[in-house]
């Protein structure tokens, strides 16, 4: 599960991807298939969150994995670029992005 906190020292992956409405369906299952069979089992990995936007044409992945030298481990396996491969042909534009928690904010219903 995701724990979004500075303190882990964690990357996160902000992957957007941009899809025709006919083919988000074939994304978000490439991108489930690619997370559970793939991703999952590298070193580092801690998480994955997929996203399907509310006008049917974006997804968003937030994915957490514990260094940038996990993260660019994956980049190299064969199998990820395989995934990845495949979600580029889907997909008519993806947007990559690695980033460090630098705050959390959480309001009243949050529990935080």
Do not use: C
Not at 6 to 29: C, H, M, R, W
Not at 31 to 59: C, Q, W, Y
Not at 63 to 73: G, L, V
Not at 80 to 91: F, M, N, T, V
């Amino acid at each position: 599960m995701s724990t979004i906190a500075k303190k882990y020292g964690q990357v996160a992956l902000i992957n957007t991807f941009t899809v025709e409405p006919s083919n988000i369906d074939a994304l978000v299952e490439e991108l489930n298939e690619a997370t559970e069979k793939v991703m999952s089992k590298r070193p580092g990995f801690v998480s994955a969150n997929i996203h399907r936007s509310l006008d049917g044409r974006h997804v968003a992945n937030y994915a957490q994995w514990n260094s940038k030298a996990d993260f660019d481990a994956m980049l190299n396996d064969p199998a990820s670029r395989e995934h990845r491969d495949r979600l580029a042909k889907i997909a008519s534009s993806v947007s990559p992005i690695l980033y460090t928690v630098d705050a959390v904010h959480g309001g009243e219903a949050s529990g935080a």
